[in-house]
């Protein structure tokens, strides 16, 4: 078989258990829905350096996107034609590190390569610096299941003087990444790592030592970040002396699960746009200084900004942190979101006072018996709730602004909500799913604006009053789960109202 491919032309081929060297191969244009031509390549085991002959990589000047998995080490000569690569995806390998060109160790070549992916690898933090050292322009890393890198750091920055000592540079790098260290380059945008249990982000002592190394904040260019599954990586900035968080100050987003960190203060973020944080198990105190620009945060502690727009608890056994006054600083919080809050019995007071909040979704939250007797807040436009304990609702709790309401799989619910005529109404959505206790929907339970109602699984709801449905009305959906009475007398209704669904 001649190397693949033979021609500059070709636009796909899939080389499948053909016996040779190749365990899989496949060669694309627009594959997985991104653009550009893609080659990914699964070698078989025991292969050597001569399995690279197998491709004619002269004929992949266009390639933009290479994906290796269990390959031998890639030569630096091969990847030097590959003038369009973008991106390199390297899986299953023991060693990532580029090899020489004859005698040629000691030229440091660069190569265009913006996005690098290492997964599955037993390189160690040196071989990976090594590695990074060629590709002067890459914005994105993800590195996963790479259990031999233990620390991470950042590298010096190049001046102009240093970038004609091409040579000394690549030693200094190799040498000052010791075993398991990992030096990243400054000019990252993207950071992705997840399952490297052993890993920790070295400290910046001050001092001499691992001072090109200490921290991230030389990141200068760093605006997404996820780490997942990395248990020590915050470990060395979790005493009293860590004053200084570790992520630099341009970052926009940050994404942290899985971290064995109790304390966690996060004080130089001034750009920080979206938190994450989630099962963080032994975090019990976390302190955020304020972010103008923050919108959205989805942590099991909250951050009391008066910028934040979305509110959401996870999980979150209590909800106390947000009780009380501490509630009325979050002035612009437009959605609030409960769910599994196993603990959640009461909304918390003072609710309605939030002037802004256009959404509040409450779900798998079995504690929670009632709404606030105060009521909620009169810029509510949508409610939602799932799987609650509720067997009716307050008179008069829902605002006037609301438009949407749904409820479903609240099992002891037996009223819906009522309106009254003497107020004026919005709602213009009404949904009941799955709440076998309610028997009768009531007139005044259909306010007059509204132009949606959708029954479904209440098979309890014999018949809908004869007299109350509202003249707005324009969609009846009684289609799933009801009693057969129900749906014939909506039948009847065929040609009074525009959509009937039975």
Same mark, same amino acid.
């Given at each position: 078989?001649?190397?693949?491919?033979?021609?500059?032309?070709?636009?796909?081929?899939?080389?499948?258990?053909?016996?040779?060297?190749?365990?899989?191969?496949?060669?694309?244009?627009?594959?997985?829905?991104?653009?550009? &031509?893609?080659?990914?390549?699964?070698?078989?085991?025991?292969?050597? #350096?001569?399995?690279?002959?197998?491709?004619?990589?002269?004929?992949?000047?266009?390639?933009?996107?290479?994906?290796?998995?269990?390959?031998?080490?890639?030569?630096?000569?091969?990847?030097?034609?590959?003038?369009?690569?973008?991106?390199?995806?390297?899986?299953?390998?023991?060693?990532? @590190?580029?090899?020489?060109?004859?005698?040629?160790?000691?030229?440091?070549?660069?190569?265009?390569?913006?996005?690098?992916?290492?997964?599955?690898?037993?390189?160690?933090?040196?071989?990976?610096?090594?590695?990074?050292?060629?590709?002067?322009?890459? $914005?994105?890393?993800?590195?996963?299941?790479?259990?031999?890198?233990?620390?991470?750091?950042?590298?010096?920055?190049?001046?102009?003087? %240093?970038?004609?000592?091409?040579?000394?540079?690549?030693?200094?790098?190799?040498?000052?990444?010791?075993?398991?260290?990992?030096?990243?380059?400054?000019?990252?945008?993207?950071?992705? @790592?997840?399952?490297?249990?052993?890993?920790?982000?070295?400290?910046?002592?001050?001092?001499?030592?691992? %001072?090109?190394?200490?921290?991230?904040?030389?990141?200068?260019?760093?605006?997404?970040?996820?780490?997942?599954?990395?248990?020590? &990586?915050?470990? #060395?900035?979790?005493? /009293?002396?860590?004053?200084?968080?570790?992520?630099?100050?341009?970052?926009?987003?940050?994404?942290?699960?899985?971290?064995?960190?109790?304390?966690?203060?996060? $004080?130089?973020?001034?750009?920080?746009?979206?938190?994450?944080?989630?099962?963080?198990?032994?975090? $019990?105190?976390?302190?955020? #200084?304020?972010?103008?620009?923050?919108?959205?945060?989805?942590?099991?502690?909250?951050?009391?900004?008066?910028?934040?727009?979305?509110?959401?608890?996870?999980?979150?056994?209590?909800?106390?942190?947000?009780?009380?006054?501490?509630?009325?600083?979050?002035? #612009?919080?437009?959605?609030?979101?409960?769910?599994?809050?196993?603990?959640?019995?009461?909304?918390?007071?003072?609710?309605?006072?939030?002037?802004?909040?256009? *959404?509040?979704?409450?779900?798998?939250?079995?504690?929670?018996?009632?709404?606030?007797?105060?009521? &909620?807040?009169?810029?509510?436009?949508?409610?939602?709730?799932?799987?609650?304990?509720?067997?009716?609702?307050?008179?008069?709790?829902?605002?006037?602004?609301? %438009?949407?309401?749904?409820?479903?799989?609240?099992?002891?619910?037996?009223?819906?909500?009522?309106?009254?005529?003497?107020?004026?109404?919005?709602?213009?959505?009404?949904?009941?799913?799955?709440?076998?206790?309610?028997?009768? @929907?009531?007139?005044?339970?259909?306010?007059?604006?509204?132009?949606?109602?959708?029954?479904?699984?209440?098979?309890?709801?014999?018949?809908?009053?004869?007299?109350?449905?509202?003249? /707005?009305?324009?969609?009846?959906? @009684?289609? *799933?789960?009801?009693?057969?009475?129900?749906?014939?007398?909506?039948?009847?209704?065929?040609?009074?109202?525009?959509?009937?669904?039975?």
């Amino acid at each position: 078989m001649p190397p693949i491919p033979w021609t500059s032309s070709l636009f796909s081929t899939e080389i499948a258990e053909t016996g040779s060297t190749f365990e899989k191969l496949t060669y694309s244009k627009g594959r997985y829905e991104k653009p550009g &031509l893609s080659l990914e390549i699964w070698a078989a085991d025991g292969a050597d #350096s001569l399995f690279w002959k197998a491709l004619a990589f002269c004929n992949l000047s266009a390639l933009q996107r290479l994906y290796l998995s269990n390959c031998p080490p890639l030569p630096l000569n091969i990847i030097q034609m590959l003038t369009c690569l973008q991106c390199l995806t390297i899986s299953g390998c023991s060693s990532i @590190v580029l090899s020489p060109i004859g005698g040629e160790s000691h030229v440091r070549y660069e190569f265009p390569l913006e996005e690098l992916c290492i997964f599955d690898s037993g390189a160690s933090g040196k071989e990976l610096s090594q590695l990074l050292s060629h590709f002067p322009r890459l $914005t994105t890393l993800e590195i996963a299941h790479c259990e031999m890198i233990t620390e991470v750091g950042v590298s010096e920055q190049q001046s102009g003087s %240093q970038q004609q000592h091409q040579r000394k540079e690549e030693e200094e790098i190799v040498a000052t990444a010791e075993g398991g260290l990992l030096l990243l380059p400054t000019q990252l945008h993207k950071l992705s @790592v997840q399952n490297c249990s052993q890993l920790r982000i070295v400290p910046n002592s001050g001092g001499d030592n691992n %001072q090109a190394a200490g921290g991230l904040q030389r990141l200068c260019s760093l605006r997404k970040v996820r780490f997942e599954k990395c248990p020590n &990586l915050l470990s #060395s900035y979790s005493g /009293s002396s860590s004053s200084c968080f570790p992520f630099p100050t341009s970052l926009e987003k940050l994404d942290l699960c899985k971290i064995e960190q109790v304390n966690m203060a996060i $004080t130089n973020l001034s750009s920080l746009e979206e938190l994450k944080l989630t099962n963080m198990d032994a975090l $019990t105190n976390l302190s955020i #200084s304020p972010s103008s620009k923050l919108h959205t945060l989805n942590i099991r502690c909250s951050l009391l900004s008066t910028s934040l727009t979305t509110l959401n608890f996870f999980g979150s056994e209590e909800v106390e942190p947000i009780l009380g006054e501490a509630l009325l600083l979050l002035t #612009s919080l437009q959605e609030l979101v409960f769910v599994y809050c196993d603990k959640l019995q009461f909304l918390p007071a003072g609710l309605h006072k939030l002037a802004s909040i256009k *959404y509040l979704g409450i779900a798998e939250c079995p504690s929670l018996q009632s709404l606030p007797k105060d009521g &909620l807040p009169s810029s509510l436009q949508q409610l939602e709730i799932t799987s609650c304990s509720m067997k009716s609702f307050p008179k008069d709790s829902l605002p006037s602004s609301l %438009q949407q309401l749904h409820i479903s799989r609240c099992s002891e619910l037996e009223l819906l909500p009522t309106f009254s005529d003497s107020l004026p109404t919005s709602l213009q959505k009404l949904e009941i799913w799955d709440c076998p206790a309610i028997k009768s @929907v009531p007139k005044d339970a259909l306010p007059s604006s509204l132009q949606e109602l959708v029954i479904r699984m209440c098979p309890e709801i014999k018949s809908l009053p004869e007299d109350g449905l509202p003249k /707005s009305l324009r969609v009846l959906d @009684v289609s *799933y789960g009801n009693s057969e009475e129900l749906k014939r007398q909506c039948r009847r209704l065929i040609g009074e109202i525009p959509i009937i669904i039975a």
